[in-house]
């Protein structure tokens, strides 16, 4: 996933910024794949079982927008949502999902590579 160093790491999905603007210097908001269309994918791993009522993905807002459009959400594998990208929208929520799992992972859409900014949440408990 990390293709320019420290500007496009994975964690920069998670990291609270919500930016959506990349950017060449450290408080850039947006990770990026290096593969692009159904091959890219962004996983997030939890230490135990964790209880999801909602998960927020953030989208990038300077460029490349339409990238997360049918991009899929699976939990343990499980398909929870399929992204239906709206133009100039930043946030996408899943919700009422209510399932356990350990593992989130954000599979690419039809074309391009994969951006998420670094607001992405889960709402829940752990188990």
Sequence with gaps: IDRFGVNSKALKAIDGNKDGHWKM??????????????????????PMNVFMHS?????????????????????????????????GKAAYVLDKLNVVG?????????????????GGGVRGTTR
């Design 25 to 46: 210097s450290s408080d850039n908001s947006v990770q990026e794949t290096i593969t692009e269309g159904e091959a890219a994918w962004w996983s997030l791993n939890f």
């Design 102 to 118: 350990r593992e989130i992972t954000v599979w690419g859409g039809y074309s391009g590579k994969l951006h998420m900014a670094g």
């Design 55 to 87: 998960i927020v993905i953030y989208n990038r807002m300077d460029c490349c927008q339409e990238n997360i459009d049918k991009a899929y959400v699976t939990v343990d594998g499980k398909t929870v949502g399929i992204i239906d990208y709206k133009r």
